[in-house]
């Protein structure tokens, strides 16, 4: 008798975790990745990330320094992620939730579209023989550097020099340029112990922007791209 009873407890008990393994299946799965997506993958930090479901309200988080988010036990749906971008620009990245499994969401902290800019970079509006620079600064606790980068275009070829390095620029070299230029109008991060200042001179007219955010590092990228330098 003992020995049915014992027998029947451990089947229900059998069966309870059976259906409770059932019931945590039964959900959708997100795991939302947060990337640096310039050309050398860096460090990615988002203060905040807005979730909507079915158009209301779902979940505010505060990733910050965690670039990988699980959200687990979502129900059928269409969902968006909202966040601000270094740029201060709004974007949302859509997941349409159709069935009971994992998937996979990313967004990029560095993403801008260029194609709806409105700045007419200088590098697209230089006449032959002319040139421009592009003066690069940065002060912090620790360091202290100066650069200038020269772009220049003769008979048709657009070439830049820093320093002792010099090229010819192909088109990825001046969509590079095309970017930063771009990107450089919507720098004005404060909050870091580096402070880093952007000259542009052409035609005597100077455009200044100081950025310490420590998030853009647009100097760097712009010459790591060209020259490959670290």
Known sequence: MNNWKNSTILFVLCLAFSSTATIARASAELIITIKECRVIKGYAYLSELQIMKNGEHYKTLKPEHDNKLILKNLDIGTYSLTYKTIFNKEETFP???????????????????????????????????????????????????????????????????WGKNSKTLSKKDMRVIRNFEIELTHMAGDGCTTTDTYVVEYKGAKQETKDGSCSWRGGYYLKQQIFGEE
């Open 95 to 161: 997941v349409n939730i159709t069935q009971n499994k994992r998937y996979y969401a990313s967004i990029c902290t560095t993403y801008l579209d260029y194609s709806k800019e409105t700045y007419k970079p200088i590098i697209d509006i230089l006449k032959e023989g002319e040139a421009y620079s592009i003066c690069l600064s940065s002060q912090g606790c620790f360091h202290s550097s100066d650069d200038t980068l020269i772009v220049t275009r003769r008979k048709n070829t657009y070439s830049i020099s």
